[in-house]
């Protein structure tokens, strides 16, 4: 678990989390391992035909539909495998991450506000919330896809900071993307790199937080 500077020393009233990564754990991955058996190949769909950038594009609020269809026209010969990205999403969804969702209820009982951003396509977020009931603890989450804005750009801490009444130097920022964490502490939140549920619980203990 990684502190940023300006986060040692501070005081907190509520905690932010990021989902993907920290409480559940979505990675495409999941899903191809079992349509692309040799490893390599697997690697370079998800980096030239479907790759990250891609991906964040759902995540900023492209349909789906869209995104299907232009890389379809990057690569026709990989049609079926492109489909399946959106068809067969949940199967990208592998449970949740070891000991979050105990922080998450320990959190919540011990009165400490609870909120989330997250990098979120709106049309496939739905879907983790019916699998995952841990999802609604919090009272409230922004989902980027919904207001077509991602981390780490300032904007999305800056709306969701508004949107949850919070201070900046009030708010405990959680994400396991370096880049997202920079983010965070640049508009003035508190910020920590997740690790894993040990080293979370651990720095929330030390805050006062759970």
Request: glycine share 8%.
């Amino acid at each position: 678990m990684t502190t940023t500077g300006e986060t040692m020393g501070r005081q907190y009233d509520a905690v932010v989390f990021d989902l993907g990564g920290v409480v559940v754990n979505w990675n495409p991955r999941h899903l191809y391992r079992k349509l692309i058996d040799d490893p390599e190949r697997m690697e370079w769909f998800l980096t030239e035909v479907c790759p990250g950038s891609w991906n964040a594009e759902q995540d900023r609020g492209r349909p789906f539909a869209d995104a299907v269809r232009e890389a379809v026209e990057r690569h026709p010969d990989h049609r079926e495998l492109i489909e399946v990205y959106w068809s067969r999403w949940p199967e990208m969804l592998d449970g949740l991450v070891p000991g979050t969702s105990e922080i998450l209820a320990d959190v919540r009982r011990a009165g400490t506000a609870m909120y989330a951003i997250t990098n979120w396509s709106a049309e496939t977020y739905p879907l983790a919330v019916d699998r995952y009931p841990v999802l609604k603890l919090f009272e409230d989450i922004v989902v980027s896809g919904e207001i077509k804005m991602i981390k780490p750009d300032p904007e999305i801490y800056l709306h969701a900071l508004d949107r949850f009444g919070l201070s900046a130097e009030r708010a405990l920022f959680v994400d396991d993307s370096p880049a997202n964490v920079e983010g965070a502490a640049a508009v003035g939140m508190g910020a920590l790199l997740f690790t894993d549920a040990a080293a979370l619980r651990s720095e929330l203990e030390r805050y006062g937080l759970l």
